[in-house]
């Protein structure tokens, strides 16, 4: 059985910083490739950050240069460092292996990011 728990979000204001946190725990879950992904109000859930398990990164565009995935895998433990935080990030903020356990059927309860102008 995996858990993921998310943490970390919260209100801020545009241009301002947050760092997310994911422990990970569960029997054979591994060293997977872990993923951040996010979901606005009625968007579709998006990966905007991967991270292998030797710290290969990989981040979609919206968020290049802004933010930072690392992972301590001596904890199970990944971050998401988030920068220049926009209104546009707003958003439930998720953490999952990539592709996601389960073919996507089981994920964390999320952390809120709220982004004002």
């Known amino acids: 059985q995996v858990q993921l728990v998310e943490s970390g979000g919260g209100p801020v204001q545009a241009g301002g910083s947050l760092r997310l946190s994911c422990a990970a725990s569960?029997?054979?879950?591994?060293?997977?490739?872990m993923g951040w992904y996010r979901q606005a109000p009625g968007k579709w859930r998006e990966l905007v950050a991967s991270?292998?398990?030797?710290?290969?990164?990989n981040y979609v565009d919206s968020v290049k240069d802004r933010f930072t995935i690392s992972r301590d895998n001596a904890r199970n433990t990944v971050f998401l460092q988030m920068f220049d935080l926009k209104p546009e990030d707003t958003a439930v903020y998720y953490c999952?292996?990539?592709?996601?356990?389960?073919?996507?059927?089981?994920w964390g309860q999320g952390t809120q990011v709220t982004v004002s102008s």
């Open positions: 999952n292996t990539v592709p996601p356990w389960d073919s996507g059927n089981y």
């Open positions: 569960g029997s054979g879950f591994g060293i997977p490739v």
């Open positions: 991270i292998s398990a030797i710290g290969h990164t």
